[in-house]
């Protein structure tokens, strides 16, 4: 079955920029999308098409997609971006998710 | 403004069947999306469980999909999750999720972008 790694924990100053990566075998074919957690809450959808920003996501979010890894990349980090980010990508009709990265703001 | 809300039981006994409702307020399940569930263990990420269409297409996770059944109904604009032969493996935060398909030349790919706020089930004796 599809695999998806991420780093279980990435930390950054605030105001310096954030880069949460995603692997998975020739993971630049497909699209893939980002999702953000705070303890306690849902996930929302942060990036989604590899690039695409939904409507209320704030422009210091940016995705790519290149090869074997999907980056996502927050610039100016936030206190308030301190949350879990999990990618996801579709494989042979399944949907996959990454095992979820710890973003820390210290 | 769309709002899922999940509700069943929250707690199950090992080897019986979790039985949960989404219900839909804002939009139409009719309409040109897809809805989906979600789960999450404690402590753990998150676990694709299966994706539904109004029309009856379902499209499950191969490690569960033995398991699970979704249905939908349009008159009460809500759709229902059923896992059987529950473990404590089960025990988990299940969300519902309204599912977006996009197609870009050959490619066919979805992503959730509204979620309900999470119902908790344990599966115990």
């Known amino acids: 079955s599809y695999e998806l790694t991420q780093p279980p924990s990435v930390s950054v100053s605030p105001g310096q920029t954030a880069t949460i990566t995603c692997s998975g075998d020739?993971?630049?074919?497909?699209?893939v999308c980002w999702y953000q957690q705070k303890p306690g809450q849902s996930p929302v959808l942060v990036i989604y098409?590899?690039?695409v920003r939904p409507s209320g996501i704030p422009e210091r979010f940016s995705g790519s997609n290149f090869g074997n890894t999907a980056t996502l990349t927050i610039s100016g980090t936030q206190a308030m971006d301190e949350a879990d980010y999990y990618c996801?990508?579709?494989?042979?009709?399944?949907?996959?998710f990454g095992g979820g990265t710890k973003l820390t703001v210290v | 403004q769309v709002q899922l809300q999940e509700s069943g039981p929250g707690l199950v006994r090992p080897s019986e069947t979790l039985s949960l409702t989404c219900a839909v307020s804002?939009?139409?399940?009719?309409?040109?999306?897809?809805w989906g569930w979600i789960r999450q263990p404690p402590g753990k990420g998150l676990e694709w469980i299966g994706t539904?269409?109004?029309?009856?297409?379902?499209y499950y996770n191969p490690s569960l999909k033995s398991r699970v059944t979704t249905s939908s109904d349009t008159s009460k604009n809500q759709f229902s999750l059923k896992l059987n032969s529950v473990t404590a493996a089960d025990t988990a935060v299940y969300y519902c999720?309204?599912?977006?398909?996009?197609?870009?030349?050959?490619?066919?790919?979805?992503?959730?972008?509204?979620w309900g706020n999470g119902t908790t089930v344990t599966v115990s004796s």
């Open positions: 999720v309204r599912v977006v398909l996009k197609i870009v030349g050959a490619s066919r790919f979805y992503y959730m972008d509204v």
């Open positions: 804002g939009y139409s399940i009719s309409s040109n999306y897809y």
């Open positions: 539904i269409f109004h029309s009856g297409d379902t």
């Open positions: 020739k993971l630049g074919d497909k699209y």
């Open positions: 098409q590899d690039i």
């Open positions: 996801q990508a579709r494989d042979s009709g399944t949907e996959v």
